[in-house]
């Protein structure tokens, strides 16, 4: 890492390490250099990254910290660019409306709705290990790890299978953007807003009983009962209905696709504990915590501005700014996590910020460490062989500070 010493500073910090197959030393460095630092973002708005555990964590419940991106400074950030039925989602939104609508969604994710999901999780686990047997080599990420959550949600959501393809795709073009074909982004965005109004006009006109015909059936709900306004008011607008839709894909694919890869890869790396989970499946839930912690798939959290002007760790942050909030730091700052760098899955976890804190705390989290624990143990079940197909020097990491994940997992069995 370069100088950081004058954190604070509007020289920003290099954060080409972070982009690094290992990071977790940059970040060490940034976090013994200063807990706030100025960065230019891969969108190339200048931002500050906060790093250690204490600030983070307070920073994450901070209520002058808005999501929503009317705060931010004119000129400034603007996101994806998405269209109004995209963008009008749980993650660009304060209360009021981020508590009508996440009181909406929670029921989707009940521990009774969640646990209904188990049986066809290992099911579908099973089918795609199945397939990876007959060959004795697999690429985990694009076999496995990826299959395994789009096929969960698609289920949940009531989407056909056919569209898979074409999802992994847009999700492909928008968090892993290719430099030279910037039209691509562009081109995701537009199909997903064709892809989700015609899904919504086809459940319209023939409901099911899955989650997205439920939200349909919430939107059009006028009479202000429960959850609407209480003067017969919607309870959801359609931009609303759409952009969850949208939001519940995307992060039911990507952070658990990528939660799943990263922890084989853990697992590949110490394979005393990968025997010991083998012999011990039941131990699996709690090591999905430390699996969060060591090496998750979301080493940001989502940007947020200031409504007014604060300090973050001694640091003047002006309104409007943008703040990004190092969650992949924090769970590895020593002042919190004795020996961070240690996989151990017998510390104290309760505090780990993998899965956020506060009012924005993830809301799939049950499904997220249900669907990675099924996954580990079915994986391991089915083969006690499992190696990397591949020297470990030759995988390779997304080159992105928005998600955490392998390009692809080449494993034999």
């Not at 004795?136 to 096929?151: E, N, Q, S």
């Not at 030279?180 to 006009?201: D, H, N």
């Amino acid at each position: 890492m370069p100088n950081t010493a004058d954190t604070g500073s509007d020289a920003p910090v290099d954060v080409t390490p972070l982009l690094d197959g290992d990071p977790y030393a940059a970040y060490a460095a940034l976090r013994e250099a200063g807990p706030v630092h100025r960065i230019t973002g891969a969108d190339g708005h200048p931002a500050w990254l906060v790093t250690r555990y204490d600030d983070v964590r307070r920073a994450l419940a901070d209520p002058r910290l808005s999501l929503d991106k009317k705060h931010a400074a004119p000129g400034g950030y603007r996101g994806f660019s998405l269209p109004p039925a995209l963008d009008a989602n749980l993650l660009n939104m304060d209360p009021p409306d981020h508590t009508r609508i996440r009181r909406l969604v929670a029921k989707a994710f009940t521990p009774g709705r969640v646990e209904a999901l188990r049986v066809p999780v290992r099911q579908v686990a099973d089918e795609l290990l199945d397939a990876m047997a007959e060959r004795g080599r697999a690429d985990l990420m694009t076999d496995y790890a990826g299959p395994l959550p789009i096929t969960v949600i698609y289920d949940l959501l009531g989407i056909p299978h056919r569209d898979r393809r074409d999802f992994l795709a847009w999700s492909n073009a928008l968090f892993t953007p290719d430099p030279s074909r910037p039209e691509l982004m562009k081109e995701a965005i537009g199909a997903m807003w064709e892809f989700f109004t015609g899904l919504i006009a086809a459940k319209r006109a023939e409901p099911s009983d899955d989650l997205f015909s439920d939200l349909i059936a919430v939107r059009d709900d006028r009479t202000g009962g429960e959850g609407g306004d209480g003067a017969g008011g919607v309870r959801l607008t359609e931009d609303e209905l759409t952009s969850l839709a949208f939001l519940i894909l995307f992060a039911g694919y990507e952070n658990t696709v990528h939660l799943i890869g990263n922890a084989v890869l853990t697992l590949l790396d110490h394979p005393d504990q990968l025997r010991r989970l083998q012999h011990n499946p039941a131990e699996l839930p709690a090591a999905v915590e430390e699996f969060l912690r060591f090496d998750g798939p979301g080493p940001l959290s989502i940007r947020r501005f200031p409504k007014e002007d604060l300090e973050i760790g001694g640091v003047r942050i002006a309104a409007g700014e943008s703040v990004l909030l190092s969650i992949a730091s924090a769970n590895r700052d020593p002042a919190r996590f004795a020996d961070p760098d240690t996989f151990d899955r017998g510390r104290d976890l309760s505090g780990h910020l993998a899965l956020g804190h506060g009012i924005h705390y993830c809301l799939g989290a049950p499904l997220a460490r249900m669907e990675a624990a099924i996954a580990l143990e079915a994986l391991l079940d089915r083969f006690p062989g499992l190696r990397l197909d591949v020297p470990r020097g030759h995988l390779r990491h997304r080159r992105s500070l928005r998600s955490r994940g392998l390009i692809s997992l080449p494993v034999a069995f």
